[in-house]
């Protein structure tokens, strides 16, 4: 239960919650400082704080980098954080762009909500911090069920808010086998998911990554424990509640609309080798729908490439972004 409020409101981080988040701090030995002092220096590129919606969900968000500079705004994938960016964040970051990422609703340091744990709700908390961060011209970069919440909000977004998209290993056009999207997954898969995730959500949060999310179970593959404890870490800081729902959002939404109204530049990145969001019947039929879009086929790449391919894909997305 929520108490209603009159509207959205920021709130910055309290001083126990930054300790907390200690290690956050370490970004400001990277970024350029210039003739700023120290305080001036956190003012201008560090931020951490919360957004608070109309029905009462705290949206925790990280907003890094000066204000002046090119927005970009990255969305995570199920069950994850922003924390999930923190390679792109950083490259970004030292490239002098101003970068944000949120915990989506349910998920991380955010409320853990009950309710409104799909992709319209998904879409609206974004608007809602665009809106208070007045964002212009940002582009918006979204990975698994993070690009499915982008083209929901970038289809719905306000004139001039976004001037390009990213979908990486994105779950549109619509994840779910029916008679209209015959590559698409059984439902007894997601189901799979809903009862692994109900059972014993600590060890399924193990399985995945160390499986089929980074390509951990091919052969040769060249195995992270801090990737996977990273991942686990991530996903058990939500709520089990909302990431039961979400797996509903990101299986069953059907984004072809979506795609077909939105009107900005989108660069579809994809691996040909994604075990999670098989390429076939995604990010070739995202492409074709959207009026601007561009795909990139990765060889052998799988779901986390943004993690195990990142001098790959952010090279093409500064290269994008800058085009």
């Known amino acids: 239960m929520h108490m209603m409020s009159t509207g959205p409101t920021i709130r910055p981080v309290t001083r126990r919650e930054a300790m907390l988040m200690g290690a956050s701090a370490c970004v400001l030995l990277t970024v350029p400082r210039g003739s700023l002092s120290q305080t001036e220096t956190q003012q201008e590129f560090i931020d951490m704080g919360y957004l608070t919606t109309a029905d009462g969900t705290e949206i925790f968000y990280k907003d ?21 960016w923190d390679t792109q964040m950083m490259f970004f970051l030292n490239k002098g762009f101003r970068v944000i990422a949120h915990d989506r609703r349910g998920h991380g340091r955010s409320s853990q909500t009950d309710t409104g744990n799909e992709m319209d709700t998904y879409a609206a908390d974004v608007a809602a911090l665009t809106d208070a961060l007045d964002l212009k011209g940002a582009v ?39 008679d ?41 593959a060249e195995i992270s424990q801090g990737v996977i404890r990273n991942w686990w870490r991530q996903g058990m800081m939500g709520g089990t509640k909302a990431h039961y729902d979400c797996i509903k959002a990101f299986s069953e939404t059907d984004f072809t609309e979506d795609l077909k109204a939105i009107d900005v530049p989108v660069l579809v990145m994809h691996g040909d080798d994604d075990q999670i969001v098989p390429y076939a019947a995604s990010a070739p039929l995202s492409a074709k729908l959207l009026k601007r879009g561009e795909l990139r086929t990765y060889e052998g790449f799988g779901h986390g490439m943004c993690t195990t391919n990142a001098d790959v894909i952010n090279a093409d997305l500064l290269a994008f972004v800058q085009g």
């Not at 204000?67 to 069950?79: E, I, M, N, T, Y």
């Not at 698994?144 to 306000?158: F, L, W």
């Not at 997954?185 to 189901?191: G, H, K, S």
């Open 64 to 84: 890094w980098g000066p204000r002046d500079a090119q927005a970009l705004v990255f969305h995570h994938g199920w069950p994850l954080t922003a924390d999930d």
């Open 140 to 178: 918006h970069i979204g990975h698994s069920t993070g690009g499915g919440e982008v083209a929901r909000y970038v289809a719905r977004a306000k004139p001039g808010r976004v001037a390009k998209a990213v979908l990486i290993g994105a779950v549109p056009p619509l994840m779910l086998k029916t």
């Open 180 to 220: 209209a999207n015959p590559g698409g997954l059984p439902r007894e898969v997601f189901d799979g998911f809903r009862a692994a995730h109900a059972a014993n959500r600590a060890q399924f949060f193990l399985d995945v990554p160390s499986g089929p999310f980074y390509g951990y179970n091919r052969p040769g």
